[in-house]
Each structure stands twice: as structure tokens, then as C-alpha cells.
């Protein structure tokens, strides 16, 4: 069977359980002795590599399981070295590489062999921490009883009677296994193929009904068929997300105790693995994809036995099984020559799958949504401007009710499209714990407030500053262990991301404990490289210093290497916040560290803005731009050297006319509205005259073509009620293109 259909939904499993491994590493680097996180990367290590064997990859396959079998040492008592950690990253690395080329099509192996004799060199000096290893258990199943009716227990003694086997199938899930119930019907579909069911423990009306928690304690099946325990075995474990498989034989023959057989393996080995890659197990691609109809035959189900202890990993052993099944022996017959049915005719154990709780959604289609939204919203506002001076009280009514209806929608598609930083925020730790062993640093990152949300289209384009600002506290700002102990500081230095709302906005800063920036060095630096003549230098202000960050090409690094010295860094970010409309600030004290502070808005779609208008044309401001609205007239301005000023509450604030910015003509009004605007430190203030205030409304921002993107001012356009389109204008921006003036 063709599994292009799958390729997508398998790549977007197989990122979450790497972002799964690469988070666990990184935590068990600092607690070698975190059990729980060893089972974590365990298992996601198993599931990785028996969905890719199911898929077809075979170089994901045994670069998954040869990572595996370090995790089962792991598991055992060895201790994971720093270097360990790093080559088991490296082969992090190497799978999302190929999930990459997948992705795109691109036909690029692993180069499995070199990465698996990295991981033997590295796990050679795994420190031994079990005292002895534990000899394979050997497991008594009891049970205290089973409850057979006459028809079932008949059924299984014609089985036995016909030459097939009775086995008793027991497995358990992983514990990070999001949907067991959706599992364990893919479970006795694949069964389905090579044997008959007879019961099931949880039985099949609370797999129906998705009751998660009964599946806690595995999955227990009763089956006759005429495989063997393997085949049974390799079939269940074709299914993603199960940790342990046992298949324990059992006879009628001796009605009061029975020694049998049984396979117990707490993990596949390579052999099992690879043999999955069969042709039943192509054909049944579509069981590791959770389809929205699958269709699985059934028998009734019975309850097993209770539930055993979890055994250690062992390949074979023998078990003792209480012969707790009460037979009448009368009910002991020869087998007819044709096959006798178990039971019942099969019936369907469902129709169809329940939708599950959580569905995957395309990101394009949350846009197209959103801008469906967007337009109902303008349409919205439209009918509210039509029905306010001529409607009747009853289509005012209902126009009202279209509004809240409205409204009530739009906050409920943002709701959606709302993703906690943590997405972003949880590819940091890896960063810096590369940069750092590369720079010779020790540097511990500390997260806040992970679970704040943002939009997805927002958090996406921020990804890339926070980039630039964490490298820079790595290269520029955190010091080498020697120099922080001659300055009395702790060998490890500190970096602090934080996220926090702040109304409509969201706040990222970036903090160090470092050297922070010496304004005399950006003196010298921006003399050396031609910004400012010496004169001009010696005249600016610490603070217009500091500022000087943000030029392109402006660095105070001595040497150009992979991640300074070219100084793009601060510019990217400044560029991009100022792209999402947010603003920057930035914070240093030499010898103590340095803050960088990101306020960008929660959602760039649909935003609350401000009409204006002057020289008789419209325009639109954000209101998180705006801090206050004043009535001033003409008379109240002064000339303050060559700047207009006006005083507000005691307070100067510099003045700029909007239709100078737009170069329009302007109008000989005696009054006029200032709109009070802040700039890209928050602390800076600026006055935008403008003719009057219209009313403040929700629009839905469009982008502008290439043609007018790269104008200054300008951060899209959006269409009114009445049809007419009208800028959004970014006041940071102009203010930017005055100073520079």
C-alpha cells in the first residue's frame, strides 16, 4: 500500500516525540539520576522507531532503536556521561534531518553507522550504578477467575479441539499515550487478521465509550488461533505507542494446573522490529493513522485475569497458570469437520471511530477563518452604521444581536489561533547549551511564564529575534567562569526569558547576569567604524549611546565569528518588532547585566484601532499605540529649537503634524486633536497632530503589495464599512524616518 498519504501526519508525530527527546536530554544532563525522564526518552524512542518501520524508513528505524538500547541501559543503573548526551543530540539531530528531507522529498540517509559506533565509544564509559544486575524474573500469572459463559467457554475447547491455540494477550501502553481507547480498537483490528477474539478486559462497551482511565492497566484479550505466539506478538506491536507485549499460551487439556510457555518483552528488539516491516504490516499503514471510520470485527469479550506486576525485560520464560477456568467436562466434543463459528456471527465492535477529543488542524485553515471573521466584522460594522440613523427598533435589534453574535465569534477564532510561548520557548534550552559548551561558558536558562498565549502568526515572527538577543547574551554578555570568580560572581551565569501579558500586548524580555555594555567602548566603536565623527561622539548622551545597538553593521565585537561581529543582530530585531508593531527596550549596567524588553500585540489580525482624519482623508492608528487623546489649539505650540513642542500636564513633548509626515497639505484649523503616542523605549513620547478623531473600531489589517512595503509608516491597509480602504499607519516607524531625516 502506498503511505505517501501518511507521510505528513507521520512527519508532525515524529517532531513532537523528537522535541519530546530533545527536551528529556536536556533535562537528564543536569539529573542523571531522573528515572522518570530515562522512561520518557525511552519511549519515545520506541514509538519513534516502530512507526517508522511501519512507514518504511529503515534508517529513522535503527538509529531510533540503537538509541533505544542506550535508554535501556539507562534504565538499568548507567549513569549518561556529558558526552553521552551530546552524540545521542547529535543523533537528535540526524533524525530531524531526515524528517527534513522527508518533508521535501529529498532521498537523504542517515549515515546510521557512524552515529551508532559514536553512541558505543560514548556509552562505554557509562558509569555502572546497579550494584548487580537483576537476574530475569520469572512471573507466576494467577487467576483467581474467570468468568466464561457455556457458550464462550464451548467455543474455546472446539478451538483447541480443531488444533488451534488459546492464548491470552497482555499488553500496556505507554504512559505519555494521549488516546489508549482509539489504540486498543487499532490493537484488536490487527489481532482480528490472525485470530479469534473471545473477551477483551476493559470489555468493548468502555473501549466504545473512550473511557481513558480503564485502560490504565493495559489491555487484556482472550484469542484462539492457529499462529504462534510471535506472529501474535509482531502483529500487536505493529500498533504505535505500546510498551510491553505478552502472549501466554494456555490448554483445556489439564483442567486444574497447566505449565506453559510465554513470551514477555518489556521492549522490541531489533529483530522484531525489522520483521514488522512485513507485508501485513504495509498493508495496514493506515492502523498507525487514526482514521475517522475503521471498521473492526469482534467477538464478546471477556474479563482475563488481574493485573501482574510489570515485568523486567526478559526474552523467554515459563509461567505457571492456574487452571481457574471451571469446565464441565461433558461439554467436551469432538470437532465437527468444518470449523465451528465462536460464539456469534462476527459483529462490528463500531461504525465508525469517535472523533477525538483534540483534532489537528491546518494552519492555513485557521487563516482562511480568520480572515472569514475579519470580513463578517466589516460587514458588521456596515450594517451597525446603516441601521443607526434609519433602522427600525426591531432591526436594531437585531443588527445588535449580530453584533455581540459577531464579536463573541471573533474572540472565539483568536481563542484558537492562541499558542503558548512554550512552543518557542522550549527550542531555547538546546541553544544555549551548545553555545555555551562551544564558548567555554557555563550559563543556567531560566523560563517564566511558558504558558502565556499568543497569537501563532505573532509568536512565529518573534522566534527569530529572541534568537538574536539570547546569542548575543551568550557571546557578549555572559563571562568566562575565570573572570566572573575575579569579579566575585558565581561561575555560572544566569540568562531569564520571561513572557507576561500586558493588556493587548505580551512582553518578552531577555535578562543576563553578564559584563553588560560599556557606553565609553560603543564610543570608541562607533568613531572606529565611520557612524559619528569624534566630535558628535563626545556630545551624545549615554543613552543615545546605547541606542546605537541598533544600526546595521554596528558591533562592538573585535572579530566576526559564527554567531557576532557583524552586527545584524539588534537590527534584525529591532526590524521585526517594528514589522509586528511592538516596540523595543533596552536596559545595560556595566559589570551587571543587561535587559532586553519585547512588547509585541497579542494578535495581528484583528486589532482594535483609532479612525483619523486630516487633509480630509482617513487613516488608521492602532490603539496600542496611543496612550491618550488631547484637544489642543493652534496658539499652544512652541517652538522649542528647531522641533515643535507643546506641554501637556506640566510635561514638553515634542509635536509632529501627520500631514507633514504623509507630505499632504495640511489644513488652517485653530484646533486640532493631538494623539499622545509612545515610541520604541516606552519612556519616549511624541505628539501627532491631526485634524479630528473619528471613533475607535476593530479592523482586519491586510498586508500591502511589495510595491508600497518598503515605505516607512505604513504597516498595512484595511476596509471600512462603507467600502473605503484606508492605511494603518505605524507611528514608530515615522517617527524612526524623522530622526534619520
Known amino acids: ?34 528515572i522518570e525522564v530515562v522512561n520518557t526518552l525511552f519511549r519515545s524512542a520506541h514509538t519513534l522507531k516502530g512507526c517508522s518501520g511501519m512507514m518504511g524508513y529503515t534508517d529513522l528505524q535503527e538509529l531510533t532503536h540503537a538509541m533505544e538500547s542506550i535508554f535501556d541501559d539507562m534504565r538499568r543503573g548507567s549513569r549518561p556521561s556529558r558526552n553521552l548526551i551530546s552524540v545521542l543530540l547529535e543523533c537528535v539531530d540526524a533524525l530531524s534531518s531526515k524528517l527534513d528531507s522527508i518533508q521535501n522529498k529529498v532521498d537523504a540517509a542517515i549515515d546510521v553507522a557512524s552515529l551508532t559506533q559514536k553512541l558505543q565509544e560514548a556509552s562505554l564509559f557509562l558509569p555502572d550504578e546497579s550494584k548487580e544486575p537483576a537476574p530475569p524474573p520469572t512471573e507466576t500469572v494467577d487467576t483467581p477467575g474467570i468468568a466464561l459463559n457455556e457458550t464462550e467457554t ?18 500496556k501502553f505507554s504512559k505519555d499515550c494521549a488516546f489508549k481507547s482509539v489504540r486498543s480498537i487499532l490493537v484488536l483490528s490487527k489481532i482480528s487478521e490472525l485470530a479469534e477474539i473471545i473477551k477483551t478486559q476493559p470489555d468493548q462497551k468502555e473501549l466504545e465509550a473512550f473511557k481513558e482511565e480503564k485502560l490504565d492497566f493495559g489491555l487484556k484479550i482472550a484469542i484462539t488461533s492457529k499462529f504462534d505466539a510471535k506472529e501474535i506478538e509482531g502483529c500487536v506491536r505493529q500498533v504505535c505507542e505500546i510498551e510491553s507485549v505478552r502472549v501466554i499460551h494456555f490448554g483445556f487439556t489439564a483442567p486444574r494446573e497447566t505449565k506453559v510457555e510465554a513470551t514477555v518483552e518489556a521492549e522490541a528488539e531489533t529483530e522484531t522490529c525489522i520483521g514488522a516491516e512485513t507485508e501485513e504490516a504495509e498493508d495496514e499503514v493506515k ?25 523486567e525485560p526478559s526474552s523467554t520464560e515459563t509461567v505457571e497458570l492456574s487452571a481457574a477456568i471451571k469446565l464441565d467436562e461433558t461439554s467436551l466434543e469432538p470437532c465437527p469437520p468444518e ?12 461504525a465508525e471511530v469517535r472523533a477525538a477529543q483534540t483534532v489537528r488542524v491546518k494552519f492555513e485553515q485557521l487563516d482562511m477563518i480568520m480572515n472569514l471573521v475579519g470580513e463578517l466584522v466589516i460587514n458588521k460594522i456596515a450594517l451597525l452604521q446603516v441601521t443607526a440613523g434609519n433602522g427600525s427598533g426591531e432591526v436594531k435589534r437585531i443588527a445588535g444581536n449580530i453584533d455581540r453574535l459577531t464579536s463573541d465569534l471573533h474572540d472565539l477564532v483568536m481563542k484558537v489561533r492562541m499558542v503558548p510561548v512554550s512552543q518557542i520557548f522550549d527550542r531555547f534550552p538546546r541553544l544555549v547549551r551548545d553555545l555555551s559548551l562551544e564558548k567555554g561558558k557555563q550559563i543556567d536558562l531560566i523560563m517564566e511564564g511558558r504558558d502565556i498565549e499568543v497569537d501563532r502568526t505573532v509568536l512565529e515572527e518573534v522566534g527569530e529575534p529572541l534568537i538574536h538577543l539570547l546569542r548575543n547574551s551568550i557571546d557578549h554578555g555572559i563571562e568566562a567562569p575565570d573572570e566572573r570568580r575575579r569579579t566575585g560572581k558565581n561561575t ?17 524580555e531577555v535578562e543576563d547576569d553578564g559584563a553588560g555594555i560599556d557606553p565609553e567602548r560603543l564610543r570608541e566603536s562607533a568613531v572606529q567604524k565611520g557612524f559619528v565623527s569624534a566630535g558628535e561622539a563626545e556630545q551624545m548622551s549615554r543613552n543615545e549611546l546605547v541606542s546605537m545597538i541598533f544600526l546595521p553593521g554596528f558591533s562592538t565585537s573585535m572579530e566576526v565569528n559564527e554567531t557576532s561581529g557583524r552586527g545584524i543582530g539588534m537590527d534584525v530585531v529591532k526590524t521585526k518588532v517594528a514589522a509586528l508593531g511592538g516596540t ?19 494578535t495581528l489580525a484583528i486589532i482594535k484601532a483609532i479612525l483619523v482624519q486630516d487633509s480630509g482623508q482617513t487613516f488608521t492608528i492602532p490603539t496600542s499605540q496611543v496612550s491618550e487623546i488631547v484637544k489642543a489649539k493652534k496658539t499652544e505650540i512652541k517652538l522649542l529649537g528647531k522641533t515643535d513642542a507643546i506641554v501637556v500636564r506640566g510635561k514638553v513633548i515634542p509635536v509632529v503634524h501627520l500631514h507633514k509626515l504623509l507630505g499632504l497639505e495640511g489644513s488652517n484649523e485653530e484646533e486640532f486633536e493631538l494623539l499622545i503616542t509612545h515610541l520604541g523605549d516606552e519612556k519616549t513620547q511624541l505628539a501627532l497632530v491631526v485634524d479630528s478623531v473619528l471613533r475607535q473600531q476593530d479592523i482586519l489589517i491586510k498586508p500591502i503589495s511589495e510595491t508600497l512595503k518598503g515605505l516607512k509608516g505604513i504597516s498595512g491597509a484595511t476596509i471600512l464599512g462603507d467600502g473605503q480602504v484606508v492605511l494603518v499607519l505605524d507611528v514608530g516607524q515615522f517617527v524612526t524616518k524623522t530622526q534619520n531625516a
Do not use: W
Open 1 to 34: 500500500m502506498d503511505s505517501s498519504q501518511y507521510r505528513e501526519l507521520f512527519i508532525e508525530e515524529a517532531r513532537e516525540h523528537i522535541a519530546s527527546l530533545i527536551k528529556s536530554l536536556l533535562i537528564l544532563e543536569k539529573d542523571p539520576q531522573n
Open 154 to 171: 464451548e467455543a474455546l475447547v472446539k478451538a483447541e479441539n480443531c488444533g488451534e491455540h488459546c492464548y491470552f494477550v497482555d499488553l
Open 287 to 311: 492502523s498507525y493513522i487514526i482514521s475517522s471510520s475503521e471498521n473492526v470485527q469482534q467477538t464478546p469479550q471477556l474479563s482475563l485475569f488481574t493485573e501482574p506486576e510489570e515485568p
Open 339 to 350: 470449523q465451528v463459528d465462536q460464539v456469534t456471527d462476527a459483529s462490528k465492535m463500531f
Open 492 to 508: 555560572v551565569g544566569t540568562i531569564r526569558l520571561s513572557a507576561q501579558r500586558s493588556g493587548d500586548n505580551v512582553i518578552i
Open 584 to 602: 523595543v527596550q533596552f536596559e545595560t549596567r556595566l559589570g551587571r547585566g543587561t535587559k532586553t524588553s519585547i512588547k509585541v500585540p497579542l
